[in-house]
Structures are given as C-alpha cells and as structure tokens.
C-alpha cells in the first residue's frame, strides 16, 4: 500500500494531544489570579470542568466554553478567589491560538497522506470557533477534507449522536477506515463505529481500553496503512 494513491481509504484524526499540543489549559487559567494558589485553583477548576464533562450528555449540552464559565465560577465560590467567568472564553481562545503548537511529525505525515488521496477528517471534542481557527494559524486547516467537532454536533465523543454523524461519512468498508486518537474517548468512539483504533502516545497520559495498535509518532502510522 505504501507509496501508492488511495482514494479508497479514510483516516479521522483527534486534534488536541494528537496533532497539536499546548500548555494544561486549567493551569494556565490558574496563573491568571493574583494569589498564590495556582497549583490548587486549577485542580479545583479541573475538578469542576470534568464533572460538567462526565453528566453533559445527561444534563444537556455544554459548549467547553459553557463548562468552563461554569467550572471558574465554582472555584471562585468554592476558594474565595476572584471571579474570572466572563473571561473563561478569552482564556481558551488565548491559550489555543497563541500558544498551541503542532508536534514535529505532523506537517511531515499529512504531506505524504495528502499525496496518497487519502480522505482526512478532524474529528475533536471542541469548540468548533476556536479550534477552526487554531487550525488556520497552524496552517493545516486545508490538509482535511470534512470536520466533525462536538460544539456543533452538541455531542462528545464516544457518545451516539457524534458516533452517528461521523459514520455518515464512513461510505468505505470499515477495514479501510481508522481513527488516530490519544484517549479512553478515541479508541471507545472507534469500537463503537467498527473500525481501526490507533492509540497515539504523546506523553505518559494513563489509559484504560485496548486499541487495535499502539504508536509512539505519525511516522508509525503509515507502516500501519
């Protein structure tokens, strides 16, 4: 297969931890109060945004900027601190798009998988403003051909509504497809549509469900094609 042109074949890509990486998003809120508690304000917040993450679906829809105005409100109730909800919108936009940065294999690998014809979808547990245009800065925006982001299909990844929607775009034999991700949430979303999970480890981030293959760098992926 390799070398050779595939129009035949589909690869969704996770974006944040996958493709692009950038400083702990609730530390970084955390340097933004004046006081010297930054390490327990953002576990606070990281506490407050994951249980919003884990009942959103039951609850409703959040936005991550929902759960985040939510998630610094708590803290501010909870630590005394300073209330920085209205900012938490500035914050996320801040951190991604100035400070987010792509991993040296990424440019490298789109490039030999863009030559091959092979159909590239962003599949992300996002806001689709902001990662649209972290995407642009990044300058990799037109390496994808389709976009499947939770703020506008109001659904997380592994859950139905997402799960469904991106299965609407698997019009190849599942064999042919794969999912690169670097969560619990990638490989279960792609158990749950049938096809190819391949586990990217970036950094030592624990996981707890087994995928079909096990990568250290991009480079690895196309040995997998």
């Known amino acids: 297969m390799k070398g050779m042109e595939n129009q035949d074949k589909i690869i969704f890509f996770d ?6 990486g950038a400083p702990n998003l609730f530390s970084y809120i955390a340097s933004k109060y004046k006081n010297s508690q930054g390490d327990t304000i953002a576990k606070v917040i990281s506490e407050n945004y994951d249980q919003l993450y884990c009942n959103v679906q039951e609850d409703g829809f959040l936005s991550v900027k929902d759960m985040l105005e939510i998630s610094l409100k708590k803290a501010a109730l909870k630590l005394n601190i300073e209330d920085l909800s209205n900012l938490a919108h500035h914050y996320y936009e801040e951190l991604y798009i100035n400070q987010s940065y792509l991993y040296e294999d990424v440019i490298r690998v789109l490039n030999i998988l863009r030559k091959r014809k092979i159909k590239l979808i962003v599949f992300s547990n996002s806001d689709s403003d ?17 976009f499947i982001i939770s703020s506008d299909v109001r659904s997380y990844k592994p859950c139905d509504i997402i799960i469904n929607k991106a299965l609407s775009y698997c019009n190849i034999p599942n ?22 999970s391949v586990l990217i480890k970036r950094w030592d981030k624990k996981i707890n469900v087994t ?3 096990n990568i250290n760098s991009l480079d690895e992926l196309l040995e997998i094609l």
């Open 211 to 213: 995928s079909d293959y």
């Open 175 to 196: 064999k042919d497809i794969i999912f690169v991700g670097n969560s619990d949430e990638d490989v279960i979303s792609a158990k749950k549509m049938g096809i190819t």
């Open 130 to 146: 902001i990662l649209i245009k972290e995407l642009k800065v990044l300058n990799i925006y037109n390496y994808f051909q389709e």
């Open 15 to 20: 974006i944040g931890g996958t493709l692009v």
